[in-house]
């Protein structure tokens, strides 16, 4: 099994900035992406960003040089460093990551989520 830990949530002013991490854990041949996504109340949940293992990049426009994704390999583990939020970032993180096992097929975790406020 494979098990996603989520830290970095919390509450924020507008402008300000947090970082969020995710480690992947348990039987893992090798991670083939990882990445952040979000739901608002009401709304679907969407893509956020998303990096490959060989270091590909895709954000969704609305965080497009605000946002970061960056990966250790090593460790399994992503991170999202968040710059000048908004309100409208306001939403449920959940991580995400494509795990290749040792069958080779390629299996889709996702992480319990960590709630991001941002607000005056």
């Known amino acids: 099994q494979v098990q996603l830990v989520e830290s970095g949530g919390g509450s924020v002013q507008p402008g300000g900035s947090l970082r969020l991490s995710c480690a992947a854990s348990g039987t893992i041949f090798s991670t083939v992406a990882m990445g952040w996504y979000r739901q608002a109340p009401g709304k679907q949940r969407e893509l956020v960003a998303r990096?490959?293992?060989?270091?590909?990049?895709n954000y969704a426009e609305s965080v497009k040089g605000r946002f970061t994704i960056s990966r250790d390999n090593a460790n399994n583990t992503v991170y999202l460093q968040m710059n000048s939020l908004k309100s409208e970032d306001t939403a449920g993180y959940y991580c995400?990551?494509?795990?290749?096992?040792?069958?080779?097929?390629?299996?889709?975790?996702w992480g319990q989520g960590t709630q991001v406020i941002v607000s005056s």
């Open positions: 990096v490959t293992r060989a270091g590909e990049t």
């Open positions: 995400n990551a494509e795990i290749r096992k040792f069958d080779l097929r390629v299996y889709s975790y």
